[in-house]
């Protein structure tokens, strides 16, 4: 069945950790490998097989009726957020395949040397749901190894004494409990937002690098209910009813968000659907709108991805992708002045016999690295670069 969720690889020992889901004499596997970037050999005696169970008081969300233990299912869950590795660990999480249950948001933590599990909790050992997904962006981890992801759909009853946390901000780490969750950021309308698959969970979370003349550590986050959070990541605020007020913040968006924001120099850029991509500068724990570009972006949006010299010369670089799921449409690659979106610099369709990418995909990041710009597309990867200068044939 393949590879759903983007690698990671650990740059110090060429490492290269990656969640394969197989089909095997009509039974279902999915698989933690390690493997040498150099070889493709397997590593740390590798691969090990995804499992996990965790007890549950009840499971009737599905019909099943009582239940000792919730097991992983390897053919319901999907692998659709990035892999993490922080700290010689590294994190796997799930959402469904096609929203097909019984299915649960599983976190699982394997030890990056000996591929041990460290850690297996379940965002809804009860109601099932509340599935990890982000639109394929990944958890996060701040500089104290605490994890910090975003559940969408499914009960949440965590406020009440219950352990399931349907559309919330989780910030996991490890207690003398294991891997638990320890604190947490749950929308006062979590119960409508689920009625109306208005999840949270459709974007991933970003933590802001400390602020000058700031001690309050920020996380940014958006869904499909058009809003973004910006969260005081040492006390997320829980839950409380009526209104959003246990948040910093919260900033109007035109669309939802299926993905993640961006950060550079103090500045956060989102592009949300049916929206125009939007710079916010941070001034006192707060968003204040920087500027905005002009083109609005369908469904899904775009991720943005900043290169930049330093604190010199960013550049926003987006991929604009078909409506809906049409597989016809060629990708575009857009890039933008990081100090003013509304100026465009470029994009692929300019001049299309030269540029033009591959048919589009939903959900790509454009990757940025050594002068190049990888933009992915259906059967090809396109890579982008400044022109070389022509000659002087007089000279």
Request: aromatic fraction near 10%; charge should be negative; hydrophobic fraction near 35%.
């Given at each position: 069945m393949g590879i759903t969720s983007t690698p990671v690889i650990d740059a110090r020992n060429g490492t290269l950790y990656v969640l394969v889901r197989t089909k095997e004499a009509d039974r279902f596997w999915q698989r933690l490998h390690a493997l040498d970037v150099r070889t493709g050999m397997e590593k740390f005696?590798?691969?090990?097989?995804?499992?996990?169970?965790?007890?549950?008081?009840?499971?009737?969300?599905?019909?099943?009726?009582?239940?000792?233990?919730?097991?992983?299912?390897?053919?319901?869950?999907?692998?659709?957020?990035?892999?993490?590795?922080?700290?010689?660990?590294?994190?796997?999480?799930?959402?469904?395949?096609?929203?097909?249950?019984?299915?649960y948001g599983w976190v699982l933590a394997y030890d990056s040397h000996t591929l041990r599990q460290k850690g297996a909790p379940n965002t809804a050992p009860e109601a099932a749901l509340s599935g990890i997904w982000q639109s394929?962006?990944?958890?996060?981890?701040?500089?104290?190894?605490?994890?910090?992801?975003?559940?969408?759909?499914?009960?949440?009853?965590?406020?009440?004494?219950?352990?399931?946390?349907?559309?919330?901000?989780?910030?996991?780490?490890?207690?003398?409990?294991?891997?638990?969750?320890?604190?947490?950021?749950?929308?006062?309308?979590?119960e409508e937002r689920n009625r109306s698959d208005g999840d949270l969970g459709s974007g991933g979370p970003l933590l802001v690098p400390p602020q000058p003349g700031s001690s309050m550590r920020l996380a940014i986050t958006a869904g499909k209910g058009r809003e973004l959070f910006v969260l005081n990541r040492e006390h997320m605020g829980k839950f409380r009813m009526g209104s959003n007020r246990h948040a910093v913040q919260t900033v109007r968006l035109e669309g939802g968000v299926l993905g993640?924001?961006?950060?550079?120099?103090?500045?956060?850029?989102?592009?949300?659907?049916?929206d125009v991509l939007r710079d916010f500068v941070i001034e006192d724990n707060r968003l204040a709108l920087a500027s905005q570009g002009e083109m609005h972006f369908t469904n899904p949006g775009a991720v943005p991805a900043i290169s930049a010299n330093g604190s010199k010369d960013g550049i926003v670089w987006l991929i604009e992708t078909s409506?809906?799921?049409?597989?016809?449409?060629a990708a575009v690659l857009h890039a933008y002045d990081a100090r003013n979106v509304a100026l465009e610099l470029y994009n692929s369709a300019q001049n299309s016999g030269r540029d033009q990418a591959g048919a589009s995909l939903h959900f790509t990041i454009p990757?940025?690295?050594?002068?190049?710009?990888?933009?992915?597309?259906?059967?090809?990867?396109?890579?982008?670069?400044?022109?070389r200068a022509k000659p002087d044939l007089r000279q």
């Open positions: 005696g590798g691969p090990v097989t995804i499992g996990a169970s965790i007890e549950s008081r009840i499971r009737s969300l599905f019909g099943l009726g009582p239940a000792q233990s919730v097991d992983f299912l390897a053919l319901h869950e999907n692998p659709r957020a990035a892999l993490l590795l922080d700290q010689d660990t590294v994190y796997l999480t799930w959402g469904s395949s096609c929203d097909v249950g019984p299915y394929d962006t990944g958890p996060a981890a701040d500089e104290e190894g605490n994890v910090y992801a975003v559940t969408g759909n499914g009960v949440f009853n965590a406020a009440s004494g219950g352990r399931d946390f349907g559309d919330s901000v989780l910030k996991l780490g490890f207690t003398s409990a294991g891997l638990a969750v320890k604190d947490y950021f749950t929308p006062f309308d979590q993640s924001p961006s950060y550079w120099e103090g500045h956060i850029y989102v592009c949300a659907q049916n409506r809906g799921h049409a597989s016809h449409v990757t940025v690295a050594d002068g190049r710009v990888y933009v992915p597309a259906s059967r090809e990867l396109d890579v982008y670069g400044l022109l």
